[in-house]
C-alpha cells in the first residue's frame, strides 16, 4: 500500500494567481498522476507525472497551465497557474505501482481549491 | 475517445435492501477497477476483474466483468449505512491510462 499526503488541503485563491500543491508519498511508487474532481462529479486525469522528464498530459490540459514536476518517485508538484473561477475544483494525487499493489491506485486526500 | 457510463446516478435504498451499480464503456477493457469514495473523502480501490465473466466476492460486494469486457457490476448485499458513498468503476484507455466512470452516489436511509 501507499500513505499519500498532500498540501495545502484546502486554499482560496483570487483570480489571476497560481498556487502549488504538493504530493508526498511515503515510498516509492512507479507512477504518479493528478486529477481534478468537481464536486459530486467523476474524476479527470490531468496529466501523468514522469520522473525526470517531462509530464504527460491528457487532452485539454497544457503544460503552461497546469506546470508539474517530479524530482523523485516520492514527490510531485502540480501548478495551478493565471487561476480563474473555472479552476475550482479538488485536485487529487494518485500513484499507482507502490510495493505489494502493482495495480491499484491510491489517492491522496485531496486539495479543495477556490478561486475567486 | 472512451467513455465509461454507471446507471444509476443515484440510489437510494432503506438499510437492508439491497444495491446494484452498473457499468458500461464504449470500448472492450482489458480489465475493470472499482473505487469507493465516502463524502468529503478520497477514492479507494476496491478490487480489479481482468478475465471474461469473472465474478469475485467481497464479504456483501459481488463483482462482475461482463462476457464482452464492455460491462461490469456492483452488488451489495443487505446494505448498511457503512456502504454510503459513490461508486466509481474505471478502465483503461488506448493510453493505458485509467478512465473512470460517472459514478453512482448511494445514500441509505437508517
Known amino acids: 500500500s501507499a500513505v499519500i499526503s498532500q498540501k495545502p488541503s484546502r486554499d482560496i485563491c483570487q483570480r489571476g494567481t497560481s498556487l502549488t500543491i504538493q504530493c508526498q508519498v511515503d515510498?516509492?511508487?512507479?507512477?504518479m498522476f493528478w486529477y481534478r474532481q468537481q464536486p459530486g462529479q467523476s474524476l479527470t486525469l490531468i496529466a501523468t507525472?514522469?520522473?525526470?522528464?517531462?509530464?504527460?498530459?491528457e487532452s485539454g490540459f497544457v503544460i503552461d497551465k497546469f506546470p508539474i514536476s517530479r524530482p523523485n518517485l516520492t514527490f510531485s508538484t502540480l501548478t495551478v497557474s493565471n487561476m480563474s473561477p473555472e479552476d475550482s475544483s479538488i485536485y487529487l494525487c494518485?500513484?499507482?505501482?507502490?510495493?505489494?499493489?502493482?495495480?491499484?491506485?491510491?489517492f491522496g486526500p485531496g486539495t479543495r481549491l477556490t478561486v475567486t | 475517445g472512451q467513455q465509461v457510463m454507471q446507471i444509476p446516478q443515484y440510489q437510494h435504498v432503506q438499510e437492508g435492501e439491497d444495491f446494484t451499480t452498473y457499468c458500461n464503456s464504449s470500448t472492450t477493457l482489458s480489465n475493470i477497477q472499482w473505487y469507493k469514495q465516502r463524502p468529503g473523502g478520497h477514492p479507494v480501490f476496491l478490487i480489479q476483474l481482468v478475465k471474461s465473466g469473472e465474478v469475485k466476492k467481497q464479504k456483501r460486494l459481488t463483482f462482475q466483468f461482463g462476457e464482452a469486457k464492455k460491462n461490469s457490476s456492483l452488488h451489495i448485499t443487505a446494505t448498511q449505512t457503512t456502504d454510503v458513498g459513490t461508486y466509481f468503476c474505471a478502465g483503461p484507455s488506448g493510453n493505458e491510462k485509467l478512465t473512470f466512470g460517472t459514478g453512482t452516489r448511494l445514500t441509505i436511509i437508517p
Open positions: 515510498s516509492q511508487v512507479t507512477m
Open positions: 507525472a514522469n520522473q525526470g522528464s517531462e509530464a504527460t498530459y
Open positions: 494518485s500513484v499507482e505501482g507502490a510495493a505489494g499493489s502493482p495495480y491499484e491506485q491510491y
